[in-house]
């Protein structure tokens, strides 16, 4: 070797060497302290303290049953304590975090609700009354307001979006009454849901526990990607699984409880389910499991639209329709009065319908008007189908299943459970009111629709059903 090709060697072994280096500091690569982003933010998250006042006992409830022997025994054994049947006051404890220099402050609303009595406290010290401005249970955000005689630090929304599996986060507030407390973590997971249509979750790892309900989840720049509402745990302390209400979700809502005091939802005005894998080969059109069957079509914006049960819907407002879930947050989130071009795929082809949303607070206050009863009287014919005992619905079965006196179809009246009707969970008691987008008034129009869809070379047949009123589809096997 030459003594020129030495130091090359050495060189390309250096570099070698210092690029192994590197990849693995990234590999490593984390904040050395977050003291200065802990110190820049926590003047900006507070403590929430609210009292309520309770009625007291009136007897020995809990301890003994009521008519008890030892009723009067216990009643006289309380007394002797003093004061039971006094209304007393109870204090919870919370966090939040201050969004304004004038005073306004995001925290959850099962944290104040009920409350007669909430006191903030800063992180300085000083401790301010707070008001309700408005209130949101579908999120669990509420926001406040507080009079201070100067300008307070605030803290601003990130965009939750950008938020990544694995970024590293930081959680403030108030656990379990211990004053002000940071923990660190990084997301686990985004998009999670637990019970509410509108919910997007950030999963953390970072510690949450009672009390930091409320309280901020910030990023690496200090902005707000979260508000931290629920753990999961099987003892009530942390065990690494929380969660947060996105961001992109909390800052819709508290403007329009700034704006408004309560919240203004979009509403489209039917009722929908997932598309399923097996209404694919069911549904003229249709080529992939995603989009929302419209199920029901009540008086509303869609009516008026001209939206029916059976449509699929493909696209609202511009955007693709993956499930139920993501069409009820767009819509919800889309401004109450505007005109959108809705896409459904309705008997093979796609249909364009404008529809102007009406407001989903108004719709779910309204109570819908009784329908009177036909006056004829059917005999039921029992048949079975498909391993479905069948029966027209006649008023004595509307009766029997508390269903609309209007309401067509046919009544399941058994099911064998070795068939595909029970593996789909079809039972005695559920109404087939269409098959193939076609009403059903008897069994003849039911054998019928079979016939056409075996004509028509498919394996399954689209069926609407209710149960206790509420429609869904379920795409069955026609295959003996």
């Given at each position: 070797?030459?003594?020129?090709?030495?130091?090359?060697?050495?060189?390309?072994?250096?570099?070698?060497?210092?690029?192994?280096?590197?990849?693995?500091?990234?590999?490593?690569?984390?904040?050395?302290?977050?003291?200065?982003?802990?110190?820049?933010?926590?003047?900006?998250?507070?403590?929430?303290?609210?009292?309520?006042?309770?009625?007291?006992?009136?007897?020995?409830?809990?301890?003994?049953?009521?008519?008890?022997?030892?009723?009067?025994?216990?009643?006289?054994?309380?007394?002797?304590?003093?004061?039971?049947?006094?209304?007393?006051r109870t204090s919870a404890l919370g966090s939040g975090?201050?969004?304004?220099?004038?005073?306004?402050?995001?925290?959850?609303?099962?944290?104040?609700?009920?409350?007669?009595?909430?006191?903030?406290?800063?992180?300085?010290?000083?401790?301010?009354?707070?008001?309700?401005?408005?209130?949101?249970?579908?999120?669990?955000?509420?926001?406040?307001?507080?009079?201070?005689?100067?300008?307070?630090?605030?803290?601003?929304?990130?965009?939750?979006?950008?938020?990544?599996?694995?970024?590293?986060?930081?959680?403030?507030?108030?656990?379990?009454?211990?004053?002000?407390?940071?923990?660190?973590?990084?997301?686990?997971?985004?998009?999670?849901?637990?019970?509410?249509?509108?919910?997007?979750?950030?999963?953390?790892?970072?510690?949450?526990?009672?009390?930091?309900?409320g309280g901020p989840l910030f990023n690496m720049n200090?902005?707000?990607?979260?508000?931290?509402?629920?753990?999961?745990?099987?003892?009530?302390?942390?065990?690494?699984?929380?969660?947060?209400?996105?961001?992109?979700?909390?800052?819709?809502?508290?403007?329009?409880?700034?704006?408004?005091?309560?919240?203004?939802?979009?509403?489209?005005?039917?009722?929908?389910?997932?598309?399923?894998?097996?209404?694919?080969?069911?549904?003229?059109?249709?080529e992939a499991a995603s989009g929302a069957m419209v199920?029901?079509?009540?008086?509303?914006?869609?009516?008026?639209?001209?939206?029916?049960?059976?449509?699929?819907?493909?696209?609202?407002?511009?955007?693709?329709?993956?499930?139920?879930?993501?069409?009820?947050?767009?819509?919800?989130?889309?401004?109450?009065?505007?005109?959108?071009?809705?896409?459904?795929?309705?008997?093979?082809?796609?249909?364009?319908?404008?529809?102007?949303?009406?407001?989903?607070?108004?719709?779910?206050?309204?109570?819908?008007?009784?329908?009177?009863?036909?006056?004829?009287?059917?005999?039921?014919?029992?048949?079975?189908?498909?391993?479905?005992?069948?029966?027209?619905?006649?008023?004595?079965?509307?009766?029997?299943?508390?269903?609309?006196?209007?309401?067509?179809?046919?009544?399941?009246?058994?099911?064998?459970?070795?068939?595909?009707?029970?593996?789909?969970?079809?039972?005695?008691?559920?109404?087939?009111?269409?098959?193939?987008?076609?009403?059903?008034?008897?069994?003849?129009?039911?054998?019928?629709?079979?016939?056409?869809?075996?004509?028509?070379?498919?394996?399954?047949?689209?069926?609407?059903?209710?149960?206790?009123?509420?429609?869904?589809?379920?795409?069955?096997?026609?295959?003996?």
């Open positions: 070797m030459t003594q020129s090709a030495v130091p090359r060697a050495m060189m390309v072994a250096f570099l070698a060497t210092a690029i192994m280096l590197v990849q693995a500091l990234a590999a490593q690569a984390r904040p050395d302290s977050f003291a200065d982003l802990a110190e820049q933010i926590s003047p900006s998250v507070v403590n929430i303290t609210t009292s309520t006042v309770v009625e007291g006992r009136t007897g020995p409830q809990g301890i003994v049953p009521e008519g008890s022997p030892f009723e009067d025994f216990f009643r006289e054994f309380q007394d002797r304590q003093g004061n039971n049947d006094r209304p007393r975090f201050v969004i304004s220099a004038d005073g306004y402050v995001v925290t959850n609303n099962h944290v104040i609700d009920g409350a007669d009595e909430i006191l903030i406290e800063f992180f300085e010290g000083e401790e301010l009354p707070a008001k309700v401005i408005g209130t949101d249970p579908n999120t669990d955000i509420a926001l406040l307001k507080v009079e201070s005689d100067e300008p307070l630090k605030f803290v601003e929304f990130g965009d939750s979006d950008t938020a990544r599996v694995g970024d590293w986060v930081l959680a403030m507030g108030n656990p379990l009454g211990q004053g002000f407390s940071v923990s660190s973590g990084i997301v686990s997971a985004r998009n999670r849901a637990l019970s509410g249509s509108y919910d997007d979750y950030i999963q953390t790892d970072a510690a949450i526990n009672r009390g930091n309900s200090g902005d707000v990607i979260g508000v931290n509402t629920a753990i999961l745990s099987p003892n009530g302390g942390s065990i690494g699984i929380g969660f947060s209400m996105a961001s992109n979700v909390v800052t819709r809502v508290v403007e329009q409880l700034q704006e408004y005091g309560e919240t203004r939802r979009g509403w489209l005005g039917v009722r929908i389910q997932n598309v399923t894998e097996d209404m694919v080969e069911a549904v003229d059109g249709l199920t029901d079509v009540p008086e509303g914006p869609a009516m008026e639209a001209g939206m029916k049960a059976g449509d699929v819907i493909m696209t609202f407002d511009g955007a693709n329709v993956a499930d139920v879930r993501a069409l009820v947050r767009r819509v919800g989130n889309t401004t109450v009065g505007k005109a959108v071009d809705v896409v459904v795929l309705r008997g093979g082809e796609e249909v364009t319908l404008q529809v102007t949303l009406g407001r989903r607070e108004e719709a779910e206050g309204a109570v819908p008007a009784s329908q009177p009863a036909p006056e004829v009287e059917d005999e039921p014919v029992e048949k079975e189908l498909l391993g479905l005992t069948l029966a027209p619905l006649n008023d004595a079965l509307r009766e029997e299943l508390g269903v609309d006196g209007d309401l067509d179809g046919l009544v399941v009246k058994s099911v064998d459970e070795t068939s595909k009707a029970y593996e789909k969970g079809l039972r005695a008691g559920d109404v087939l009111t269409e098959a193939s987008h076609q009403k059903l008034r008897s069994v003849g129009d039911f054998e019928a629709r079979i016939d056409e869809v075996r004509e028509a070379g498919r394996k399954s047949v689209l069926l609407l059903v209710r149960r206790a009123g509420e429609p869904r589809f379920v795409a069955l096997s026609i295959e003996e």
